[in-house]
């Protein structure tokens, strides 16, 4: 029994990752014949069999990380087996006798490479196939057993009319002339075990024209800044039992469109967007905040109209109302047109920073991320504050980067210091 200790194929590498197996326990393969694609930090390698012989155990599974003279898989070669005294075996193996090891190394190395669905070649002739643009499963190999050499794809590129599924497929073209409904059902049935395939269609498929014509049609920058939020938090902590009785939850979230709103109407190209046909900039006096959700549907951006006008507790429960009947499927248009800017919470669900897409045609989109405690410096001294990220990109024709940081800096402002956001706000 041979152990294959995974090697050193990366120039010094310590440790590789199994991406696929190309066998599986109790194949039968031939010496050379690829095995497993192993791959490190410099290179993807296609390690192939020592000997003929016998797949016994395979000891990783895909995605594992091994390290270097760790044994992968054990194979039993073939003068380590004996044929079973049964008389099916005759059957089974050709040539095959009682005690006759000769006929099983003739079936292993009689079978042909195609039958595995890969073509033995090299990582490097791969690498030149891929350059050359040539499929290399339609090469047929000159090299021993088969194997794909150089000198095969400049023959292949010279002449692409021989390939190897013309040669492989030549009975099977001919069975499908015959009855070409029954094999379309096969080929339709082997696709469908490989792939899933699912109509693009409602409001995923809306959603995907959105953001093509919206990256298409705008020059992204995104704007990366923390936050601290203790001082906030204190204050939503001190108003839980006034919303309790309002039977209102009250989060994070309607503070952040109450310090957006303040610092869109003192930054008013982050509240525009631009009118393509007439070649006008539209500054918008109105502020409509449209807040994403995430529904089994997809993500729908119900839009709070008049956002500025609204209390703390208002926008608490609108929000949650919005949000509930985007899951339920039940908005009207109405509620989902019209934002001039729009909030994007993947706080709950985690994340230290993105690159938002805007919604078209708006100039901006802010992402909200996880709060977590960190070690921050305050007055030279390390401290441990409750941090958040924000990520806000920005539409670059109508905004520049330091009017953006201006932006965030504003709202920073008003979150950190929460007192002057309740004195500001109107």
């Known amino acids: 029994m041979i152990e294959f200790k995974l090697p050193d194929v990366g120039e010094g590498m310590h440790e590789g990752e199994i991406i696929q197996w190309l066998i599986k326990e109790g194949d039968a393969v031939a010496q050379d014949q690829p095995i497993v694609e192993v791959q490190t930090d410099k290179v993807n390698a296609e390690l192939t069999a020592p000997t003929t012989g016998v797949v016994k155990k395979i000891l990783f599974s895909e ?86 050499i150089e000198s095969d794809l400049q023959k292949f590129k010279e002449n692409n009319s021989i390939t190897r599924e013309s040669a492989h497929h030549k009975d099977d073209r001919i069975l499908q002339e015959k009855d070409p409904m029954k094999n379309a059902d096969q080929a339709k049935g082997t696709e469908n075990e490989w792939e899933e395939r699912i109509l693009l269609k409602g409001i995923r498929k809306k959603i995907a024209e959105h953001m093509v014509k919206s990256v298409s049609t705008i020059p992204h920058v995104t704007h990366v800044d923390e936050l601290e939020m203790d001082r906030l938090k204190e204050l939503k902590d001190q108003l839980k039992a006034y919303s309790d009785d309002k039977d209102i ?51 729908i951006v119900p839009v709070i109209k008049h956002a500025d006008q609204k209390t703390i507790f208002q926008l608490a429960d609108e929000i949650r109302q919005l949000a509930a009947q985007a899951r339920e499927g039940k908005l009207s248009i109405n509620q989902i047109t019209g934002s001039t800017f729009t909030i994007s919470n993947v706080g709950p669900i985690g994340g230290m920073h993105a690159t938002p897409i805007i919604n078209y045609p708006e100039a901006a989109i802010l992402a909200l991320h996880k709060m977590e405690p960190r070690m921050v410096v305050r007055d030279l001294e390390g401290v441990i504050r409750l941090m958040m990220n924000m990520s806000l990109s920005f539409d670059h024709r109508l905004i520049d980067g330091v009017t953006a940081v201006h932006f965030t800096n504003r709202i920073k402002e008003l979150l950190e210091n929460p007192i002057r956001l309740v004195v500001e706000m109107r």
Request: net charge negative.
């Open 63 to 148: 995605g594992d990380i091994v390290e270097v003279g760790t044994t992968i898989f054990t194979i039993q070669e073939e003068n380590e087996m004996s044929v079973p005294e049964n008389d099916s075996m005759e059957e089974d193996i050709p040539n095959a006798q009682s005690g006759n090891v000769k006929g099983i190394a003739e079936h292993i190395t009689s079978k042909p490479v195609f039958e595995a669905g890969r073509v033995l070649a090299t990582p490097f002739v791969r690498q030149m196939a891929r350059e050359m643009k040539v499929d290399i499963q339609q090469v047929i190999g000159s090299g021993p057993a088969g194997r794909i």
């Open 249 to 299: 939850k009250l989060t994070f979230l309607p503070f952040f469109v109450k310090a957006i709103v303040i610092a869109l109407k003192e930054f008013k190209t982050l509240n525009a967007s631009i009118d393509e046909k007439t070649n006008e900039i539209i500054l918008k006096n109105y502020y409509h905040i449209g807040i994403a959700t995430n529904t089994n549907e997809g993500l």
